[in-house]
């Protein structure tokens, strides 16, 4: 019986990528990437020959039980993600899932993760939180957005930086624009950034500086 690695990866830093990661991906048989290109930079910088395959969201239903049944005969695989850990707004729940109803080991390595740094820097309370990551985009967008507005906990969620100030707007008007909340980018590269205000406050920071990279989205509970 083989088994399935789930291998976080640098989301920007390549510092962050832990010995125990590199050694995994060395010693299986095969690595599963989201997009090849991105990920074969990251295998060259640390002098990992594993060969690898697609694996994304618009393959990954077609090819998970052949890859379950693969690791059942005895291969060992890793996947990872562009960036952070795999399954988090990312392929890796279908894998997951095909490997543990056909008895085939599970082992997900620590590692980067966008929201943690992001909830831990906010400066909000994160004894309690709820991780949304991306909202709906059209469908359901407004009953999600109603519901979590009466939500206690501190709110994560992913944005694209083209969609943040209308994300923004629209926590202000479903939430209060008084609203505290926390805008993190680039997170552990060289431009990294965190702005905290209220929403109204971020709105009118970013209106004038108009955002870009990568976005993690802090907002406060309701009192």
Not at 76 to 95: E, K, N, Q, R, V
Not at 203 to 221: A, F
Request: proline share 6%.
């Amino acid at each position: 019986m083989g088994k399935l690695y789930l291998v976080p990866t640098p989301i920007g830093n390549l510092e962050d990528m832990t010995l125990r990661a590199i050694r995994v991906l060395r010693e299986v048989d095969l690595i599963l990437a989201e997009d090849t290109r991105t990920s074969g930079k990251l295998l060259q910088h640390f002098d990992i020959s594993t060969p690898m395959q697609s694996h994304h969201m618009h393959n990954e239903h077609k090819t998970v039980d052949a890859l379950a049944k693969r690791m059942m005969g005895g291969e060992t695989m890793a996947l990872i993600s562009d960036a952070g850990t795999p399954a988090i707004s990312d392929p890796g729940f279908l894998l997951t899932r095909a490997c543990v109803e056909k008895n085939v080991a599970v082992e997900c390595l620590p590692g980067a993760t966008a929201f943690v740094p992001a909830l831990v820097n906010s400066a909000l309370p994160n004894d309690r939180f709820v991780f949304e990551g991306f909202l709906p985009p059209k469908k359901g967008r407004q009953t999600r957005l109603k519901l979590l507005a009466g939500e206690p906990r501190t709110m994560i969620f992913y944005e694209s930086p083209y969609k943040l100030l209308k994300t923004l707007a629209q926590f202000a008007e479903y939430f209060g624009s008084d609203r505290q909340a926390s805008v993190s980018r680039e997170l552990t590269k060289l431009y990294e950034e965190t702005v905290r205000g209220t929403l109204e406050q971020i709105i009118g920071h970013y209106t004038k500086k108009p955002p870009k990279g990568e976005i993690v989205l802090i907002v406060e509970g309701k009192k």
